[in-house]
């Protein structure tokens, strides 16, 4: 991708995202992590993105349509899930965080720059702008790529059952793209992302999630 994503981000405290290709295990991982944090006595929010929020949800239905495969502009798709984290932040993401709640997303911002600034081409100036007037300071301090191959990504999926949604749905080479744009921003962003083997068993890669978030909440 032409240039670089947002140089200087403007982290909140206690919010933290999990990112990957489908199949990486996001959602076990969340599920694990919630659950260990609050028996720990933490208060967590949890939410997926595109969605959490009713607007956002609906425009999640819009963006994973397969019926908009080949229609959907990739300028459209930059705008409308901007649109959906935007309304996010504002309904649940902030009252979250002013309350001192942790927040743990399934995918935010870095989701955009990895599919569409990396993977549509769309480039480094554009996300870049829009990230900005969208997030604000409502940026994960950390946030933590769950790295798969594409191909063991396919074979997972594949267990799944189900038609693809509309990026399901795209070539193997838009998602090996995906990955790339990912690795670059743990390379270029080590201060606030990090990459951890989604190849390994659940119980080992919870071990290394776990350490990490624990490390941002002393």
């Given at each position: 991708m032409p240039g670089s994503p947002i140089k200087k981000l403007?982290?909140?405290?206690?919010?933290f995202s999990l990112e990957g290709i489908d199949g990486s295990g996001k959602s076990t991982q969340i599920d694990l992590l919630v659950s260990a944090?609050?028996?720990e006595g933490y208060k967590v929010v949890r939410l997926r993105e595109p969605g959490g929020a009713k607007i956002s949800e609906r425009i999640r239905e819009l963006l994973l349509d397969p019926a908009f495969k080949g229609v959907m502009a990739d300028d459209t798709e930059l705008l409308l899930y901007n649109a959906a984290r935007a309304q996010v932040i504002h309904e649940?993401?902030?009252?979250?965080?002013d309350a001192?709640?942790?927040?743990?997303?399934?995918?935010f911002a870095w989701s955009t720059f990895a599919y569409q600034g990396y993977a549509r081409g769309l480039g480094a100036d554009k996300v870049q702008r829009l990230t900005e007037l969208t997030c604000g300071?409502?940026?994960?301090?950390?946030?933590?790529?769950?790295?798969?191959?594409v191909e063991a990504s396919r074979a997972r999926m594949a267990t799944r059952g189900g038609a693809p949604d509309r990026l399901e749905s795209e070539k193997l080479d838009f998602f090996e793209r995906v990955r790339e744009g990912y690795l670059a921003a743990a390379?270029?962003?080590?201060?606030?992302?990090?990459?951890v083997d989604a190849a390994r068993t659940p119980d080992e890669v919870?071990?290394?999630v776990l350490s990490l978030i624990h490390a941002k909440l002393i």
């Open positions: 403007k982290t909140a405290k206690k919010f944090l609050e028996s649940i993401i902030q009252p979250a965080l001192g709640n942790i927040v743990i997303a399934d995918r300071a409502c940026f994960p301090e950390l946030t933590i790529v769950l790295d798969l191959t390379r270029d962003y080590s201060d606030v992302v990090t990459v919870q071990c290394d």
